[in-house]
């Protein structure tokens, strides 16, 4: 029975695929490439989530047990599962393949990330601290509501890209879905990722309380989310109350992905308490 | 808007202010960008090692703005109280026109905006007239929708089907606004009445005292903490796996509850709060001393405590043992456990002497008469509490509550409104669907499809 390693390894194969497809697809205005692009896109979520399960049962063939999401090896594998299946959902909805270049994208990197050789993919049973039902609760949310704005990124890139076309209606840039449409999505992913980095954030919390005792403490990783979550809130209050659409909100969605990349990635360079993550 | 006149009061240009979604995208950014400065900036740590690293004029500067502990300087207290006015001014403002809107004396439809929505939906049913349909359809769209009303416009008998859902969805956003109030209110009451402290209890022992985080003052509880067993476990590879502390509550003598005391989950007595925290080993009541003569060789063993002074052999002097420190550091070097004492000869000035565990030749530097060194300290564990106390988190769970269905509602749900205009024709009769949102358009267009699709099989029975 082959390693969820390996499985991880054929994913993020299958994810680099979808991407070409999705891309040929996209240039070439052909229907096969798209139909090939959705296809290796299931297939490398499906892989992606036998992945996830498989090294689930590996930590228990271990003797540790856990739900493998604590440390950066799986944090990855389950982001690019996330941004898979909500990608493949809005898909199935609005039937606009353009989108999966960018979620493809996402999801290849990331887990071409995990696989790179000097990660440490190795499993280690959870300290004390990692021992806890809250902290479940709080990476799956964050993941959700991350892999919400990395959508709604590549979906305000999209837009940006459209708006600045000379030709905006034909080529290339016509395969493009209307920005009206593109602006609705955008706004769609933020207020989902909105409501799941709350719940994120919230759920952070109350395990912080119980193992730390105390709910906030300034702790450079929850600040770079509270900064993030204050973007978004600046974009739903800029739309809702000032009638803000289009270019000004994709250029805001893209700024807030940033601060979720280096929420993610960037607090790690920074001193606190969430290092092992 | 109202015309601004000269003779506005300061009260309603203050409220102007605070009334501007303007002012909210201000202070929201501002805030953000303000918090990233803690993250690049280590907070609270050591002046001296900020003046090394900053060097002094910057140091200066950073210190003056408080950005060394800037979450609680008064600048960013500031903004904080600005972004809860502008909420609370905001909120308010904007409450009463949705209170209108949500109990309304009577609800209005403007026919106008149904019609020019975008997504509306025709077709033709011949032979059918409006006012027949309007009894096949109207019960249908009232088990559907709440607040149904008819009305009859005066162009040649045409009939509107009006119905809305989700009036009170509206409320939403405020529900989100009220749980920030209470995050808010809840770290404030934390911050006012709440406490935060170390307590070690030794394995067997009970512990009434401990001391204050932040000002190391020490402080009482009502009660007894009793450790009756501390245990740490390590997985094969040394990790730790498990802290557990077997801890009994005493009241008056008489033990009221008992709890295995575990990171990631602490026990709540009377308001306070323990969590395990750290673990040590403290030393039991005797230890040996061992006092080797340096000249001959010859070995002494005394027993002692701490505390205690015994008189070294020739009784030229005496040695009291002061004092032991978990993790002693030796010119940067942690020594491990190591007792701290005290020489003092009959005449001269006192030595002191460190006596660490591990390293019993240690005290061979001192070049004495007597080489000191101790054995048989019998060690048991202390458990480490985190003890606080702080009335505000109930209410900022409520907040945390409150804050996510608020966000549920604002988002998922909406207030929508439905329209069915039956219209006379020469054939039949022309049917239209239509309907507006307070958003979520897409999500409407797809109901106003549902809609007229279920109106088109009502209609094709009759």
């Known amino acids: ?277 | 808007m109202k015309t601004r006149n000269n003779d506005e009061s300061a009260a309603d240009r203050i409220w102007r202010f605070f009334a501007s979604v303007r002012l909210s995208v201000v202070l929201l950014l501002t805030l953000a960008a303000t918090s990233i400065i803690g993250t690049l900036i280590p907070q609270n740590a050591d002046p001296a090692a900020y003046e090394r690293k900053f060097g002094q004029p910057l140091y200066t500067i950073f210190e003056a703005l408080n950005l060394f502990d800037m979450y609680r300087s008064w600048w960013f207290r500031l903004l904080l109280c600005l972004l809860i006015a502008n909420l609370v001014v905001c909120s308010v403002r904007r409450l009463k026109s949705t209170w209108k809107t949500i109990f309304p004396k009577k609800p209005t439809y403007q026919t106008e905006r149904f019609r020019k929505s975008s997504g509306r939906i025709q077709w033709q049913v011949e032979k059918a007239q409006p006012g027949d349909l309007k009894q096949t359809l109207e019960p249908y769209i009232r088990s559907r929708l709440g607040n149904v009303s008819v009305k009859n416009p005066e162009s040649q008998g045409g009939v509107l089907i009006f119905g809305e859902k989700g009036r009170w969805t509206r409320l939403g956003v405020y529900a989100v606004h009220f749980s920030v109030l209470l995050l808010m209110t809840g770290a404030l009451i934390g911050s006012i009445f709440g406490y935060e402290g170390q307590m070690n209890v030794p394995e067997g022992e009970a512990r009434k005292q401990f001391s204050l985080t932040n000002t190391n003052q020490s402080k009482e509880l009502d009660f007894e903490v009793r450790c009756d067993e501390f245990e740490v476990s390590h997985y094969p590879s040394g990790r730790p796996k498990d802290y557990r502390s077997d801890i009994a509550i005493v009241e008056n003598g008489e033990v009221v509850r008992q709890h295995e005391l575990r990171v990631n989950d602490p026990l709540t007595h009377r308001g306070v709060t323990m969590y395990q925290s750290t673990y040590g080993k403290t030393p039991g009541e005797k230890l040996t001393v061992v006092l080797t003569e340096s000249a001959t060789g010859d070995k002494h063993e005394k027993t002692i405590s701490i505390g205690e002074t015994i008189e070294m052999p020739g009784g030229k002097s005496e040695l009291t043992i002061e004092d032991y420190s978990d993790s002693f550091a030796f010119r940067g070097h942690n020594i491990g456990p190591a007792f701290l004492a005290r020489l003092v000869p009959e005449s001269g000035r006192a030595t002191p002497v460190l006596l660490p565990v591990e390293h019993p030749s240690f005290d061979r530097m001192r070049r004495g008469d007597y080489e000191i060194s101790v054995k048989d300290v019998d060690f048991r564990y202390y458990t480490g509490l985190q003890i606080k106390q702080d009335p505000g988190v109930p209410v900022v769970y409520a907040g945390f509550l409150i804050m996510i269905i608020g966000c549920y509602i604002t988002f998922f749900m909406s207030h929508r409104k439905m329209c069915v205009e039956l219209q006379p024709e020469d054939t039949g009769t022309r049917i239209s669907v239509a309907g507006i949102s307070t958003r979520n358009r897409m999500g409407t267009k797809s109901a106003v499809k549902k809609l007229s699709r279920k109106i088109e099989n009502l209609t094709s029975k009759t």
């Open chain 1, 1 to 277: 029975m082959p390693n969820s390693e390996f499985i991880i390894s054929v994913t993020t194969f299958t994810y680099g695929l979808a991407l070409v497809f999705y891309i040929a697809g996209w240039i070439f205005k052909k229907e096969t490439p798209g139909r090939l692009g959705t296809t290796a896109m299931i297939a490398a979520g499906a892989g992606n989530t036998a992945g996830f399960f498989l090294r689930w049962a590996e930590t228990y063939e271990m003797g540790y047990s856990y739900v493998p999401l604590s440390n950066l090896y799986e944090s990855l594998v389950f982001f690019s599962l996330c941004i898979a299946v909500i990608y493949l959902f809005i898909e199935f909805k609005y039937k606009v393949r353009t989108i999966g270049i960018f979620a493809s994208l996402c999801a290849f990197l990331s887990v071409a990330y995990a696989s790179l050789p000097s990660m440490d993919s190795g499993i280690q049973p959870l300290i004390p601290a990692l021992q806890s039902n809250w902290l479940i609760a709080h990476v799956i949310t964050c993941f959700i509501g991350y892999a919400a704005f990395a959508i709604a990124c590549g979906i305000s890139i999209m837009y940006l890209g459209k708006s600045a076309a000379a030709d905006p209606d034909t080529g290339t840039a016509g395969r493009i879905p209307d920005t009206e449409t593109l602006d609705d999505l955008t706004h769609q992913m933020v207020t989902f990722g909105f409501l799941f980095l709350s719940i994120g954030i919230i759920t952070g919390a109350i395990w912080a309380e119980q193992a730390w005792g105390r709910y906030w403490g300034w702790d450079p990783k929850e600040t770079w989310s509270l900064v993030t979550w204050l973007i978004y809130a600046t974009l739903l209050h800029a739309r809702f109350m000032r009638g803000w659409t289009g270019k000004k909100i994709a250029v805001l969605s893209c700024v807030g992905f940033a601060a979720v990349l280096f929420t993610y990635f960037g607090v790690n360079l920074l001193p606190g308490l969430h290092s092992y993550l």
